[in-house]
């Protein structure tokens, strides 16, 4: 069983669009995040979400939404999206009391036209 | 100031050598964790080790052995005997705990791209 999905897995959009990337984990971890991996392959931190309610949110443009509809997922919403907004996404899950490593989705690479 | 540093952008090392990839780490919290990951060029993100700041002992898994030296704040990853499927991207993190945030947060280096020579 795979541990943490997204989908989809490549995702090829023109400028101004909206799209979504969907994030589901099913280790029954409370804690979920999303990391952006630039063209350089530097990996930042986006969003952190644990039991429903943001705890982290990096300088990060208010197109980007995170939405939890449970425990288990973890969506990414994104407005008017931008040509720099091409990168690979990353959906990850950890529950710090259990284990001390981050279980990482994999990737979903967004190109925006 | 960068909080991971890996000072190696590429690294080859020749098949059954062993190699070790830096990593610097600066966090005044005294309780943290390092972690290092692997990014072959599928693009997934594959756990390999993990350091606690009060272990006393180096992290070891299989092949892999963390070489932490806490006064030095470095966390440097050792891989024995490379094989031709280590050549990847490989990532250290720490975990530190964000006090703005109340809760923990990963930073990541910016990678080391390894190859291994046949």
């Known amino acids: 069983d795979t541990a943490v999905s997204q989908t989809p897995k490549y995702l090829v959009t023109q400028m101004g669009n909206d799209k979504s990337i969907k994030c589901e984990q099913n280790l029954g971890h409370d804690t979920m995040y999303w990391y952006k991996q630039d063209s350089k392959k530097f990996l930042k931190i986006m969003f952190s979400?644990?039991?429903?309610?943001?705890?982290i949110n990096e300088t990060v443009p208010n197109r980007f939404s995170p939405k939890s509809p449970d425990k288990a997922h973890l969506n990414l919403h994104i407005n008017s999206l931008e040509l720099g907004d091409s990168a690979v996404y990353f959906c990850?899950?950890?529950?710090?009391?259990?284990?001390?490593?981050?279980?990482f989705g994999p990737g979903t690479r967004l190109t925006v036209l | 100031a960068q909080k991971i540093t890996q000072t190696q952008p590429g690294m080859f090392v020749q098949e059954k050598e062993a190699v070790t990839l830096d990593c610097t780490y600066d966090t005044s919290d005294p309780s943290y964790g390092l972690f290092w990951y692997k990014q072959p060029s599928s693009g997934e993100m594959i756990f390999l080790i993990y350091q606690g700041s009060y272990d006393q002992q180096n992290a070891t898994e299989g092949r892999y052995s963390l070489n932490f030296q806490k006064a030095r704040k470095s966390a440097n990853l050792v891989i024995s005997a490379s094989q031709l499927g280590d050549s990847a991207m490989y990532f250290c993190?720490?975990?530190?705990?964000?006090?703005?945030?109340?809760?923990?947060?990963?930073?990541f280096g910016k990678g080391t791209k390894l190859s291994v020579i046949p």
């Open positions: 979400y644990n039991n429903k309610e943001l705890i």
């Open positions: 990850a899950s950890s529950q710090p009391q259990l284990g001390e490593y981050k279980f």
């Open positions: 993190a720490m975990r530190e705990f964000h006090s703005g945030a109340g809760s923990y947060q990963l930073t």
